[in-house]
């Protein structure tokens, strides 16, 4: 560890690892270049957007046998939204990095490859390639220009830096190729994680965390509307995007200042059965709906997809259909898929179901994404029983989600009073269907009824009672 003085402020700054080049200085901000005889004051480093991740400079972790701790971040911006890298610094000190995006984690560290290794420009979404003694698939391929930054970093980073990444997917395992230095990249692989299993200490606590979202964002967290005026409820630091519940403008929250991405008029209004800031507890855990968005398939059927957040789970969807309603989370688990009409993902195996193109027709409320009116993904669903696997897949980007149904009982447990009765989904109740078999034994019988009522009305009755009475009681106890 090397401990120097801020050339800036005097304030002190600590480079745990001898492989970093710069750091931060957690007062002034300004930026700290370490060579061999000295440090040198670069200018300062754009404070990070304090966001709502639990995780933070200094939290502690174990993976793979080895402590670790968390040392420094950058902040990344690409032209959908936002994600941060921490500097991982184990205890035999080796270096890795976390990618923390859309509330999924990534655990990589640099790796040496000889073999031959495809242009950034040939890279495209969802192809295969061989490598590390896998089959991988593209998961994204993008351009992102850093926005800040704070603690310790092994490289130098600042104004106008950009990093030209991309992602690859194997089941859990994960290979990044870095082209940001050059045509040659440099290769991280590791695996998808999450925060129980890094058994991560000195997190964040919800209370900590949204007073320093809150604080850092208190200019635009009471925001009105650029457009129109209107006030915008949104989740600082987490949602990129808010779509005005008045006007429709789409308006970004990424930066210190909100601005008016796109007129209102290309957002229609449109009615959602949950409605904005609903408040759920699913599996034990607290989540609010955040945003909604309508689309629609090539045939013109039309869904609306929910996203809720909760700050120690992530982000979660619910999808309601003509059909009912479908729970849905992001994997971080893919399956290898050839394109053939079957895939396997753990001991399920999947058959080809769907296949059509999403297209959004409106949205509302806050995303964590950039969300506009006429964008559109390839969507290829799979199911196994009542399991599903969709792949959606646009130029930028490809992505797996595991969905399951879920019945208008569990919803009403979920939100309580904030969803009606009235508008779940329609489901035929055992009554109804007892009143129609009725109906079809009274006109079935109602000629022999005429002949010779004194002899058959106990019989009909009977059997009316014996199907009427069960369905009653069932009726009874689902409300």
């Known amino acids: 560890m090397q401990k120097v003085s801020c050339p800036s402020c005097g304030a002190p700054v600590e480079f745990k690892s001898h492989a970093s080049v710069m750091a931060v200085c957690g007062y002034c901000k300004s930026t700290l270049l370490k060579d061999a005889d000295s440090v040198r004051d670069l200018g300062k480093m754009s404070a990070v957007l304090e966001d709502y991740s639990p995780l933070q400079v200094g939290t502690s972790g174990r993976f793979g046998g080895q402590q670790f701790t968390l040392v420094g971040r950058i902040q990344l911006r690409y032209d959908a939204g936002l994600w941060n890298e921490w500097y991982v610094l184990y205890d035999d000190g080796r270096a890795a990095w976390l990618s923390e995006s859309g509330g999924q984690y990534t655990l990589t560290q640099e790796l040496s490859y000889s073999g031959v290794l495809p242009a950034f420009g040939e890279l495209r979404v969802g192809a295969p390639y061989s490598l590390l003694d896998k089959?991988?698939?593209?998961?994204d391929v993008r351009t992102a220009a850093c926005t800040g930054g704070q603690g310790e970093l092994p490289f130098k980073v600042g104004a106008g830096w950009q990093a030209r990444v991309a992602d690859l997917r194997s089941g859990r395992s994960f290979v990044t190729l870095d082209y940001s230095d050059g045509d040659a990249p440099v290769v991280y692989g590791g695996e998808a994680v999450t925060l129980e299993e890094l058994k991560c200490q000195l997190l964040r606590d919800d209370d900590a965390v949204r007073d320093a979202a809150g604080s850092?964002?208190?200019?635009?967290?009471?925001?009105?509307?650029?457009?129109?005026?209107?006030?915008?409820?949104?989740?600082?630091?987490?949602?990129?995007?808010?779509?005005?519940?008045?006007?429709?403008?789409?308006?970004?929250?990424?930066?210190?200042?909100?601005?008016?991405?796109?007129?209102?008029?290309?957002?229609?209004?449109?009615?959602?059965?949950?409605?904005?800031?609903?408040?759920?507890?699913?599996?034990?855990?607290?989540?609010?709906?955040?945003?909604?968005?309508?689309?629609?398939?090539?045939?013109?059927?039309?869904?609306?997809?929910?996203?809720?957040y909760g700050p120690r789970r992530g982000f979660l969807w619910l999808v309601e259909t003509d059909a009912g309603w479908q729970r849905s989370k992001v994997q971080d688990?893919?399956?290898?898929?050839?394109?053939?009409?079957?895939?396997?993902?753990?001991?399920?195996?999947?058959?080809?179901?769907?296949?059509?193109?999403?297209?959004?027709?409106?949205?509302?409320?806050?995303?964590?994404?950039?969300?506009?009116?006429?964008?559109?993904?390839?969507?290829?669903?799979?199911?196994?029983?009542?399991?599903?696997?969709?792949?959606?897949?646009?130029?930028?980007?490809?992505?797996?989600?595991?969905?399951?149904?879920?019945?208008?009982?569990?919803?009403?447990?979920?939100?309580?009073?904030?969803?009606?009765?009235?508008?779940?989904?329609p489901r035929t109740e055992p009554l109804k269907i007892a009143e129609y078999f009725l109906y079809a034994i009274l006109g079935f019988n109602a000629i022999p009824l005429l002949f010779s009522f004194g002899q058959t009305w106990k019989y009909t009755a009977l059997a009316a009672a014996a199907i009427w009475l069960p369905a009653k009681i069932i009726s009874l106890m689902r409300r």
């Open 135 to 139: 089959t991988c698939t593209v998961a």
């Open 216 to 308: 850092y964002r208190k200019p635009v967290k009471a925001l009105a509307c650029p457009s129109c005026g209107g006030s915008l409820n949104w989740v600082p630091g987490v949602t990129k995007q808010i779509i005005c519940p008045s006007c429709r403008a789409q308006v970004d929250t990424s930066t210190d200042v909100a601005t008016v991405l796109a007129a209102g008029e290309r957002m229609a209004s449109f009615q959602t059965t949950l409605a904005l800031g609903a408040k759920a507890t699913i599996d034990g855990a607290p989540f609010e709906l955040i945003g909604a968005m309508r689309r629609r398939d090539d045939d013109g059927e039309t869904w609306t997809e929910y996203q809720l």
């Open 333 to 425: 688990d893919w399956p290898v898929w050839n394109r053939g009409e079957t895939i396997k993902l753990g001991e399920l195996s999947f058959k080809k179901l769907y296949e059509y193109e999403a297209t959004v027709v409106a949205a509302v409320g806050a995303f964590n994404w950039q969300v506009r009116a006429g964008d559109t993904a390839q969507v290829v669903e799979f199911e196994a029983g009542k399991n599903r696997l969709a792949a959606e897949r646009t130029e930028a980007e490809l992505s797996w989600s595991w969905s399951t149904p879920v019945g208008a009982d569990q919803l009403r447990a979920w939100f309580g009073d904030a969803i009606p009765a009235v508008s779940l989904p």
